[in-house]
């Protein structure tokens, strides 16, 4: 059984840490024309570009926040509000990939009764394949919000939705150790 670790100092949903920012603005700021690269890469980290994230990465890349409004308008494949309270992200990256990352979702689709990329009619859950959440050695993880559920097996669907609603204690981890 994975317990969840928690990667923020609040447990609201999607919520990023500054630091998650500061480490995406110094990653993608060097590469000119990297403003879509790094929107990309938040919304697969929270689920969604937020206002507050979006002005704290403009800032610390240099980009006005008209720019990224702009950016993030014009492609329909970002999202600017929370597309549910519980955004699961299921890591397909090769590592997962190779412990069982599919059957994980599998598990967690069978489970909500959804398709990956889609949310419960209620918007209470919102499923998505992600491409590496930077803890490989935990493979294969999901992440829920700023948890990460770690090694999870075949029953990996009941299991998460289990912990996400009775709130089981946590493991506070650095937020960098999941962002590399
Ligand atoms: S491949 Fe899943 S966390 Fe890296």
């Known amino acids: 059984m994975s317990t969840p670790i928690d990667v923020s100092t609040t ?7 500054t630091d998650m920012i500061s480490t995406l ?4 700021k060097k590469i000119p024309g990297s403003l879509i690269m790094a929107l990309h890469d938040l919304q697969t980290k929270v689920g969604y570009v937020q206002r507050e994230s979006a002005m704290r990465l403009g800032h610390e890349m240099g980009v006005p926040l008209a720019q990224i409004y702009e950016v993030v308008t014009f492609y329909n494949f970002f999202k600017t509000e929370a597309p549910g309270k519980y955004i699961i992200s299921v890591c ?7 412990k069982g990352g599919a059957n994980v979702l599998e598990s967690l689709s069978k489970e909500l009764k959804i398709p990956e990329g889609t949310s419960t009619p209620d918007k209470e859950y919102h499923l998505q394949a992600v491409r590496c959440l930077g803890c490989c050695g ?6 829920v919000n700023n948890k990460v559920y770690a090694r ?18 946590m493991i506070e981890i650095e937020p960098d150790s999941v962002d590399a």
């Open 11 to 17: 447990a609201k949903a999607a919520a990023p840490k």
């Open 152 to 169: 999870l097996g075949h029953d990996a669907g009941r299991h998460v939705i289990d912990s996400i609603q009775i709130d089981k204690p």
């Open 92 to 98: 397909l990256g090769t590592a997962c990939h190779l």
């Open 138 to 143: 935990l493979a294969p993880v999901v992440s």
């Open 25 to 28: 603005a110094k990653k993608w």
